[in-house]
């Protein structure tokens, strides 16, 4: 158990990476400047409206990793927050930052 625990921590860590990484290219590709060209415009207000919701996904994901983390560290990543029951490896294998059990998820 304490092996497949260590790999979820490296998955989340990695995933995190990538969040990061994924978040910096957002916020590059929102701040570039837009042409002259009117309809251009529109057209690249509405990509940057599409990279702000992939921005707010991965902003809202990496949160929820960085949650799963500190509960790794506190002890407590494998018990539900909601009813204190354990997580079943298998749910942790398929939502590594989830913080529900089955029962309460649903």
Known sequence: MEKKLDDLKK???QRKDALLQRISRVKQGITQ???????EQAQERQNDEVLEAIGNESQYELSQINLALERIESGDYTSCTDCGEDISLKRLEAVPYTHLCINCAE
């Not at 400047?33 to 309809?39: I, L, M, P, R, V």
Request: hydrophobic share 30%; charged share 40%; no cysteine.
């Open 33 to 39: 400047e837009h042409s002259a060209d009117w309809s």
């Open 11 to 13: 998955e989340l860590e």
